[in-house]
């Protein structure tokens, strides 16, 4: 994003009609003068700023996170479906719009159009770097210009920055843009950037984002955060340095990031509120370590609600740590917890003094495959981190294609027995590997959404970690090393959104 002080003054200075001297200009001095000629015009009507159709646009550009980029997007979705509760699920991804895709920073501009003037983006605030609303678009410069003359701009102070996402043809110059624009705005232009207000009046921030089909001129959207926001961030950002301490480390673990989108995507689907007088059941039939476990728990035990967390996995060293890293996360004593050493399971109970039911989280050393065995009540979500088989590829010699083939019908089994245990319209979200990784050469013979679909279950959603077709780019040193492989794919994975039949 363009923000150097010496644009943001030509610009300030050309708002006020006063000539510049000394700035450098791709342009020849007679198309420059042609351009201000045809920029110069001023705001003769003032119109509101909505489209003929009586919509709003936001646009927001994603954290720079090569991995999450679609899991953000996917995330989005959710919420505009919940903004809507629209029950037609299948078209969910239709909602939010990839409008371009930052290739340096591997960020995307989303968009977001609304009838209801009391509807708000539907992007989390933590994962963009900013938000928007879209006060005029056009395909060219020209036609940017006289929809922002048409637009009703009250504002008594502003800042005006450059965000290219991707090259516009022919090409579009920033500073003879940015000059225009602000001859065109109303009010005056503060080139403190530590100011934010003046005269107990805002100061507005517009953005003008290029893509390759599109100029849209934005202005940013400051969101308010409520106590019990801010008092989730808190959590989340101690949760995130105590989970690295956790006694039991598991090289399978999710990667954090990944986890925490996952846990409040489960949050919208599971439209959660202060309703502690109604239990929450989660289950975890691969939980590892416990990631998801303790992050639902940090999660929703903030936002007051009472949970009931089920957590199964095969390994009973996997069982027992996942026990000994909720315990040591939480603070829990010794007296807050019972085992069964019949039915190897452990039972803590969360010391949450407010609540009039007790949050309990249970660990069972078990198959997942045989949940109707343990006469589990049902759920209201689940959450599972599939196995990836690639140990099974790694130690398994010339059997591999067997043990592939074992590891997929354990995995169509899991997702039988989950689906026996939830209750109807459950939310669930699946990580596994990506079933056709053709970058990596590697094919695993179990497709989670193929899966789920047989099963009966509403696809909302599947995006891939990192995006598909999409590497960061080697530097000419590491590409030219024969010794230095590509390894592309090797860490994909899959991520899928699912409503129980």
């Keep these: 994003m363009v923000l150097a002080s010496s644009l943001l003054l030509y610009t300030s200075l050309c708002a006020f009609g006063i000539p510049v001297n000394g700035f450098v200009h791709l342009e020849s001095n007679a198309a420059r003068r042609a351009s201000l000629s045809y920029y110069g015009r001023r705001v003769k009507q003032a119109l509101p700023s909505v489209s003929s159709d009586g919509s709003i646009t936001y646009v927001g550009k994603t954290i720079e996170s090569f991995k999450l980029a679609d899991v953000y997007w996917l995330e989005s979705c959710i919420s505009a479906d919940r903004n809507h509760s629209t029950n037609d699920a299948f078209n969910i991804t239709e909602l939010v719009q990839r409008l371009s895709f930052h290739r340096p920073t591997a960020s995307y501009l989303l968009g977001y159009s609304t009838t209801d003037t009391k509807d708000n983006a539907p992007f989390r605030s933590k994962r963009f770097q900013y938000i928007a609303k879209v006060l005029a678009v056009g395909n060219t410069p020209e036609e940017l210009l006289d929809d922002i003359r048409t637009t009703n701009l009250a504002c008594a102070h502003w800042r005006i920055c450059y965000d290219k996402f991707e090259p516009m043809q022919p090409k579009v110059s920033s500073t003879m843009l940015m000059c225009a624009i602000g001859r065109i705005l109303p009010g005056e232009p503060i080139l403190q950037y530590d100011v934010l207000s003046l005269d107990d009046s805002p100061i507005v921030e517009y953005v003008i984002v290029e893509t390759s089909k599109k100029l849209y001129f934005v202005e940013r959207y400051v969101e308010s955060h409520d106590n019990q926001e801010a008092t989730y961030d808190m959590s989340i950002t101690h949760f995130r340095k105590m989970w690295p301490r956790r006694p039991f480390q598991y090289s399978g673990a999710i990667s954090l990031d990944l986890a925490i989108v996952i846990t409040d995507i489960l949050t919208d689907l599971l439209h959660l509120q202060n309703t502690s007088d109604k239990k929450i059941r989660l289950l975890d039939p691969t939980c590892g370590s416990g990631t998801f476990l303790a992050l639902a728990a940090t999660s929703w035990l903030e936002l007051g609600q009472t949970i009931e967390m089920i957590g199964v996995d095969s390994n009973p060293k996997c069982a027992r740590g996942t026990v000994a890293n909720l315990m040591k996360t939480f603070s829990i004593e010794n007296d807050s917890l019972s085992f069964d050493d019949t039915n190897k399971e452990w039972m803590i109970t969360f010391p949450i003094k407010d609540q009039l039911i007790q949050s309990t989280a249970t660990i069972l050393a078990a198959d997942s495959t045989q949940l109707l065995k343990k006469s589990m009540k049902p759920f209201d979500c689940a959450v599972m981190n599939l196995p990836w088989n690639r140990n099974t590829f790694e130690f398994k010699g010339a059997n591999h294609v067997k043990e592939f083939a074992n590891d997929a019908t354990t995995n169509t089994q899991m997702m039988e027995s989950v689906a026996t245990v939830l209750k109807t319209?459950?939310?669930?979200?699946?990580?596994?590997?990506?079933?056709?990784?053709?970058?990596?050469?590697?094919?695993?013979?179990?497709?989670?959404?193929?899966c789920l679909n047989d099963l009966g279950f509403t696809i909302l959603g599947c995006v891939s970690v990192p995006p598909k077709g999409f590497d960061l780019p080697m530097s000419n040193k590491k590409s030219n090393h024969v010794s230095i492989k590509k390894l592309k794919g090797s860490s994909h994975c899959s991520i899928l959104i699912a409503l129980a039949p």
């Design 425 to 450: 319209k459950a939310p669930i979200v699946v990580v596994s590997a990506d079933s056709n990784d053709n970058d990596s050469g590697n094919q695993t013979l179990f497709d989670a959404e193929t």
